[in-house]
C-alpha cells in the first residue's frame, strides 16, 4: 500500500479488502461468528479496541494477501470501547474502505441461560442482576444494532447452526450482492427480529390435520406437494418470487447486502417450510442468491 496523504483515500475496487466488524450482546456468539469466519479465510481480529479499527484497517491493506480479509471483533468489556460505532465506521468509510458490520443478538431469557449455564456473570452486572448487566448493554449497543448491515439472531441457532449461517453470509460470493436468506418459523415460537419481510402461510389447509402427514415435514415431497397443490399456493410463492426480485436492484443500489424473508406458519413444521423451500428455488432461477432456513423445523 502507498502512503496516504491526509486527503487521500484507498479505493475499494482496487484494494479489494474486505472488512466484517462484529459486535453485539455477550453471550449472544460472538466468539463462534469469529472462528466462523476464520473458516472461510478471514484474518480475525479479537477484543479490538474501537478506536484502532482504522489503523487495523490500513494495516491489512497494506499487508496484502490472506490480511485482506479482516475481521475485527469489538467487546464492550474492552475499556477503549465507545458508543461511536457509527463515528468509527464512517471514519473507515471516508478512507474509502466499505465495512460490513455484524451485530450479534439474541432474547433476554436465552442469554440468562447461557451465562448461568457457564456459572459467569454478565461485564455490565456490577452488584445488580444479569438482567440488569443485559439491559445496560442493549442500551449501549442500541446505536450500533440500528445501524448495523446484519443482525444475526442465535435466540434458536445451536453452535453449528450459527456456524453455517455466518459460512452462507461470508463464503465467497461477491460480498456486493445482495443475499437473500427465506427462514421458516412458527407463529407460536414468535416473529424473527431480524426479518425484513414477513409472509404468513396460515390461509393454507394445515397437513398437520392430514393423518398420513402430520409426522412429516415440509421437507418431505408428500407434505410438499399437498402444501404447494392447494388453491392460491403456487400464486402466493410466484408473487413473492416476483416482488423480492423487482425490489433486489433497488436494494443493492442503496448498499443493502443481505434481506431475510420470514415465512410463518403455526409451528414452523409443515407449510412454512414447504413454501420456504419453493420460494427459494424460484430465487435461485431468478439469478438471486438466495438459501433457507428453518428456525423451529424440530421444535416440535
Known amino acids: 500500500m502507498p502512503d496516504l496523504g491526509p486527503d487521500e483515500v484507498v479505493e475499494p475496487d482496487e484494494a479489494g479488502t474486505d472488512l466484517v466488524v462484529v459486535t453485539g450482546l455477550s453471550g449472544g456468539g460472538r466468539s463462534t461468528v469469529a472462528r466462523a469466519l476464520e473458516n472461510v479465510g478471514f484474518y480475525v481480529v479479537d477484543n479490538l479496541p474501537?478506536?484502532?479499527?482504522?489503523?487495523?484497517?490500513?494495516?491489512?491493506?497494506?499487508?496484502?494477501?490472506?490480511?485482506?480479509?479482516?475481521?475485527?471483533?469489538?467487546?464492550?468489556?474492552?475499556?477503549?470501547?465507545?458508543?461511536?460505532?457509527?463515528?468509527?465506521?464512517?471514519?473507515?468509510?471516508?478512507?474509502?474502505?466499505?465495512?460490513?458490520?455484524?451485530?450479534?443478538?439474541?432474547?433476554?431469557?436465552?442469554?440468562?441461560?447461557?451465562?448461568?449455564?457457564?456459572?459467569?456473570?454478565?461485564?455490565?452486572?456490577?452488584?445488580?442482576?444479569?438482567?440488569?448487566?443485559?439491559?445496560?448493554?442493549?442500551?449501549?449497543?442500541?446505536?450500533?444494532?440500528e445501524q448495523s448491515d446484519v443482525i444475526i439472531d442465535t435466540s434458536h441457532l445451536n453452535v453449528n447452526q450459527l456456524r453455517r449461517r455466518v459460512e452462507e453470509l461470508f463464503g465467497g460470493e461477491d460480498s456486493r450482492r445482495l443475499r437473500i436468506t427465506v427462514l421458516s418459523f412458527g407463529f407460536k415460537y414468535g416473529l424473527p427480529p431480524d426479518a425484513d419481510y414477513v409472509l404468513d402461510a396460515r390461509f393454507l389447509p394445515n397437513p398437520f390435520w392430514v393423518p398420513e402427514l402430520r409426522e412429516h415435514t415440509g421437507l418431505e415431497e408428500g407434505v410438499s406437494s399437498y402444501v404447494l397443490g392447494q388453491e392460491g399456493a403456487t400464486d402466493f410463492v410466484a408473487t413473492y418470487a416476483g416482488l423480492i426480485a423487482a425490489t433486489a436492484p433497488g436494494f443493492e443500489r442503496e448498499g443493502k447486502r443481505y434481506l431475510t424473508v420470514a415465512i410463518g406458519c403455526t409451528g414452523g413444521k409443515h407449510r412454512s417450510v414447504a413454501i420456504a423451500e419453493e420460494l427459494t428455488s424460484q430465487l435461485g432461477d431468478m439469478r438471486l442468491s438466495a438459501h433457507t432456513s428453518h428456525r423451529d423445523l424440530g421444535r416440535e
Open 50 to 145: 474501537q478506536a484502532l479499527m482504522l489503523e487495523m484497517a490500513e494495516l491489512a491493506f497494506a499487508a496484502g494477501g490472506a490480511a485482506r480479509r479482516t475481521a475485527m471483533v469489538l467487546d464492550v468489556r474492552s475499556r477503549a470501547f465507545s458508543t461511536d460505532l457509527a463515528g468509527a465506521v464512517r471514519a473507515l468509510k471516508e478512507r474509502g474502505f466499505s465495512p460490513r458490520v455484524v451485530f450479534v443478538d439474541a432474547d433476554d431469557e436465552v442469554l440468562i441461560r447461557r451465562f448461568e449455564s457457564v456459572r459467569r456473570s454478565h461485564p455490565l452486572q456490577g452488584d445488580g442482576r444479569l438482567a440488569d448487566g443485559i439491559a445496560a448493554e442493549r442500551k449501549l449497543l442500541a446505536e450500533a444494532r
